[in-house]
């Protein structure tokens, strides 16, 4: 894993970017905000690499992750000075995803991260 020009971004084996966001907020929802020229380097990198991946640490209780087609659905490409991402789970349920823009229609694990990325590595052999 090697650290990109921007703060929390970085790339995987060399050819699969991942942005980090973290929230030390013990109890949900959890609300992690994204500026514009975030937002624009996930777009950049997405067309570079054909893929970007979104980690959401959330404290200790796990880290859902989502691709840019994912996070399009939340947060979609008219970007804002500042947009957010919310992020709630019930006690043993998965996280339920939401932005400015729309739902995930999905819930998501908290191992979705170590999923998307064993998933997209395999893609490429």
């Not at 349920?93 to 979705?112: A, F, H, N, Q, T």
Request: hydrophobic share 35%; with cysteine.
């Amino acid at each position: 894993m090697s650290k990109l020009e921007m703060q929390g971004f970085y790339l995987l084996n060399g050819n699969l970017p991942l942005y980090i966001k973290y929230s030390r907020s013990r109890k949900g929802p959890r609300v992690f905000n994204f500026h514009r020229e975030h937002q624009e380097c996930i777009r950049m990198l997405a067309e570079r690499y054909a893929e970007c991946l979104v980690a959401f640490v959330c404290d200790s209780d796990g880290i859902p992750a989502v691709n840019y087609g994912q996070l399009s659905n939340v947060l979609d490409d008219k970007f804002h000075e500042q947009e957010a991402v919310s992020i709630r789970r019930k006690l043993n349920e998965m996280y339920s995803i939401s932005g400015k823009d729309g739902v995930l229609s999905s819930k998501i694990s908290r191992d979705s991260l170590a999923i998307l990325t064993r998933s997209l590595n395999s893609s490429d052999t």
